[in-house]
């Protein structure tokens, strides 16, 4: 069975779809079959990412390794049977469909808190949670006190994630192997930034997930949207010399590509 990988979170601006986009082409190009899915039904930043992937492939006459990105499937309503919610009929299907071709299917949520979200959660195998370096999306997870380092209790986002870890292990699945990723990180020792790994350490160890690198802010990937490219894809559009922001870049998504401790997955880039 393909291994489903969910990129989650409850709030918006955290780089979900960059991070997504980026372990879908790292795998692509790592030799593997990879089934998209955008859960985000407004905004769509995924799926926008790899239509524009397509459209630029298409006009500069290139084939460019990545995910093979897939819409939900529609559903008559009239199908249903009673208590049957539409939302998990279309995703059940559209994982189903991807399953038997794929070795990975990766899952981006929206920022926010959805009935696709949820259930998406619960089929996760591994969660990654990309989380902008700042207590304001610490909150995300749990609460903290003024100083910033005593936890006070679980947050929203937390419980829905042990709701799915409860739901999985009474359908007699594996747990699902909860990823935090520090995104967005300064490049500066600065307090809050020694504060905010301490406060993920102590709480990784009360509610489970280990804390992996995530992507430093650089304009790279605010370039690369357009055109729905990736770092890995910089030379096969004739990028020939990588600047050190760029070289810096890659090896954190190689950090971050080792970190998620994938199945059957030798990095290779």
């Known amino acids: 069975m393909a291994h489903i990988i969910v990129v989650g979170n409850e709030k918006g601006g955290a780089g979900k779809s960059t991070v997504s986009m980026h372990i ?5 190009r790592m030799g593997h079959k990879v089934g998209a899915l955008d859960l985000d039904l407004r905004q769509q930043s ?7 992937r397509k459209a ?4 500069a006459n290139l084939d460019l390794p990545g995910p093979d990105f897939h819409q939900l499937p529609e559903i ?27 070795d990975f299917i990766l899952i981006d949520c929206p920022g926010s808190h959805t009935r696709l979200s949820q259930v998406a959660h619960s089929l996760a195998d591994t969660l990654v949670t990309p989380l902008n370096d700042s207590f ?24 829905m994630v042990w709701n799915a870890r409860q739901l999985r292990a009474q359908a007699g699945l594996k747990p699902i192997d909860w990823v935090v990723l520090r995104n967005r990180m300064g490049a500066q020792q600065m307090v809050n930034k020694e504060k905010m790994g301490k406060a993920l350490e102590n709480l990784a160890k009360r509610i489970g997930f280990r804390v992996a690198p995530g992507f ?9 949207f357009p055109r729905g490219l990736t770092l890995l894809d910089l030379r096969d559009i004739g990028v020939k010399q990588l600047n050190i922001s760029n070289v810096a870049a890659r090896q954190e998504l190689r950090d971050l ?11 290779d880039f």
């Open 24 to 28: 879908a082409t790292a795998l692509s």
């Open 46 to 52: 995924f799926g926008r990412y790899a239509n524009n």
């Open 56 to 59: 630029f492939m298409a006009e």
């Open 76 to 102: 008559d309503p009239e199908s249903l049977q009673p208590g049957e919610n539409i939302y998990d009929q279309r995703l059940s299907l559209a994982v189903a469909t991807l399953e038997p071709d794929c």
């Open 136 to 159: 304001v999306d610490f909150d995300l997870l749990a609460h903290i006190d003024a100083n910033g380092e005593k936890i006070l209790g679980p947050s929203v986002y937390s419980e």
């Open 216 to 224: 430093h802010e650089r304009v790279i990937f605010r370039e690369l």
């Open 257 to 267: 590509m080792k970190s998620l401790e994938l199945p059957d997955v030798e990095i």
